[in-house]
């Protein structure tokens, strides 16, 4: 494992992720939908695609196994972005939603450790266990004692297998295709599912393209897309069951920090506890050498 590199890449993920997750939610305040955003989402993932082409002198793998691989990392993580934000959200809690996809980490490390047959040190595996410990309790919200249904559930365990498998077939399929081909495949299948989006959106309410609601929304998913990019590199250089767990432990520390600034809120104790106990595991997985 290359450690310099994998955590760079996974460190730029981190914060990028984190100040989009402060941001997001501003263009939905602002009368921006949500199917709309994964709309401009998938149009920036365009942006960080021609970079990452251009380093590789436009040398795309067009094989069938990397087409396979590009298209199924690209569907399970567009697929999962879609479900979030047009039924999970729409259906659900917040407070019972996230907690379930931020566990995705699970996946990605069984998956890794069974097939990939990947191994941590010792103190590894205390930073993957702090990282999957701090995960429900960032995500952690006061809840309002309605009834929701179920409808949220199904959707949020979509989302929860999606991406636990999507971030561990990225690491498999960086052992045989380039980081930025796999990026490109990403963007197209994006792409593909943006007409759903489109066709989903209410178009009776009122919808803000102005500053605070389109061009708002393109810059924040610009940071969600660049993030996904350093995400392929950061699995390229460093195991799924160190990355996976790191970006998502750590990045809605960020977020939450960021927040109480912007929104002028103080974190729940519980969020608390998870910030802190987060911060240790990053430490933990930033510094522990491989076994």
């Known amino acids: 494992m290359n450690k310099k590199l ?8 981190t914060i990028f992720w984190g100040i989009w997750g402060a941001l997001t939610e501003l263009s939905a305040i602002a009368g921006f939908p949500g199917t709309l955003i994964y709309v401009v989402w998938a149009f920036t993932m365009i942006i960080p695609a021609v970079i990452a082409l251009k380093i590789i002198d436009w040398k795309l793998e ?14 399970l993580g567009a697929g999962g972005q879609l479900a979030l934000f047009t039924g999970a959200i729409v259906n659900g809690p917040a407070y019972l939603i996230f907690p379930i996809i931020s566990l995705s980490p699970v996946v990605t490390i069984l998956l890794s450790v069974v097939l ?12 993957i266990a702090l990282a999957l410990i701090a995960i429900p309790f960032l995500s952690y919200q006061d809840p309002d004692g309605n009834s929701h249904g179920y409808a949220w559930l199904i959707y949020a365990l979509v989302v929860f297998f999606a991406w636990g498998i999507q971030a561990y077939f990225m ?4 052992q045989t295709m380039k980081a ?5 495949y990403m963007t197209i299948t994006g792409l593909l599912l943006a007409p759903i989006a ?13 500053v605070k609601g389109l061009y708002m929304a393109f810059g924040v998913q610009l940071l969600n897309s660049i993030g996904a990019l350093t995400i392929v590199y950061a699995f390229r ?33 519980i969020i608390v506890i998870g910030m802190v106990i987060a911060l240790i595991s ?4 930033a510094t522990q050498e491989e076994e």
């Open 180 to 184: 930025e081909s796999i990026f490109f």
């Open 62 to 75: 067009k094989d069938p196994k990397s087409i396979l691989y590009g298209a199924l990392i690209g569907f």
């Open 237 to 269: 250089y460093g195991k799924a069951i160190i990355v996976s767990p790191l970006t998502n432990a750590v990045a809605p520390v960020i977020t939450i920090i960021l927040s109480l600034i912007l929104y002028k809120t103080f974190p729940h104790k």
């Open 6 to 13: 994998w955590l760079l890449y996974a460190l730029v993920t």
């Open 198 to 210: 489109y066709y989903m959106t209410d178009f009776s309410q009122e919808i803000n393209y102005g």
């Open 171 to 174: 690491r498999f399929a960086n």
């Open 116 to 127: 990939l047959k990947e191994k941590a040190s010792k103190m590894g595996w205390v930073g």
């Open 282 to 285: 990053m430490f933990i997985l």
